[in-house]
T-cell receptor
């Protein structure tokens, strides 16, 4: 069974600074995908970044990047140059090829001006 | 940009009543999902649907739940006899080929059972 763990219920960062959100997962599969989703107060789920487990290179999307440590089953999200609009709940999730997503419990990110 | 559309955005129903939550997935997607998020908690998988049948369902998805794709575009979740604990945000999602491609989520339906 897949599990996803987010050990930080809340994090805060100053505007323009960098913050890292942690995520660990467990799976016995070799072919899987990892995701970070952002959920603003509107509660819509927005994909931030996606990583294929077979790729060694860490995914990057503008100010968002991941540190994917496959052996350690760790998938952290780094947000650089934080903006007020980054404030939201962030969910880490994993999925097998044609399977559902398994979500962590989320990290609430606050951004202070 | 293509999007998943869910209606209604908010539904209030009396305990024991039936509700139908509607979703229009992205037109060329093949895999459809319902997820549930109780307020303040994590997003939980309910059911996946592919090739006009359920491909997987969770323990939450008991006999009071059903899904169907009646006309090739809408994807519905029916709760036959709602309970107070069914109050949650329900998200529909669709993907082209499962987790190997991006899951697009709808904006959610907030279900309140009173």
């Amino acid at each position: 069974a897949q599990t996803v763990t987010q050990s930080q219920p809340e994090m805060s960062v100053q505007e323009a600074e960098t913050v890292t959100l942690s995520c660990t997962y467990d799976t016995s599969e070799s072919d899987y995908y990892l995701f970070w989703y952002k959920q603003p107060p509107s509660r819509q789920m927005i994909l931030v970044i996606r990583q294929e487990a077979y790729k060694q290179q860490n995914a990057t999307e503008n100010r968002f990047s991941v540190n994917f440590q496959k052996a350690a089953k760790s998938f952290s999200l780094k947000i650089s140059d934080s903006q007020l609009g980054d404030a939201a709940m962030y969910f880490c999730a994993s999925g097998l090829n044609t399977d559902k997503l398994i979500f962590g419990t989320g990290t609430r990110l606050q951004v202070f001006p | 940009e293509p999007e998943v559309t869910q209606t209604p955005s908010h539904q209030v129903t009396q305990m024991g009543q039936e509700v139908i939550l509607r979703c229009v997935p992205i037109s060329n997607h093949l895999y459809f999902y319902w997820y549930r998020q109780i307020l303040g908690q994590k997003v939980e998988f309910l059911v996946s649907f592919y090739n006009n049948e359920i491909s997987e369902k969770s323990e939450i998805f008991d006999d009071q739940f059903s899904v169907e794709r009646p006309d090739g575009s809408n994807f519905t979740l029916k709760i036959r006899s709602t309970k107070l604990e069914d109050s949650a945000m329900y998200f529909c999602a669709s993907t082209m080929r499962g987790s190997s491609t991006e899951a697009f989520f709808g904006q959610g339906t907030r279900l309140t059972v009173v």
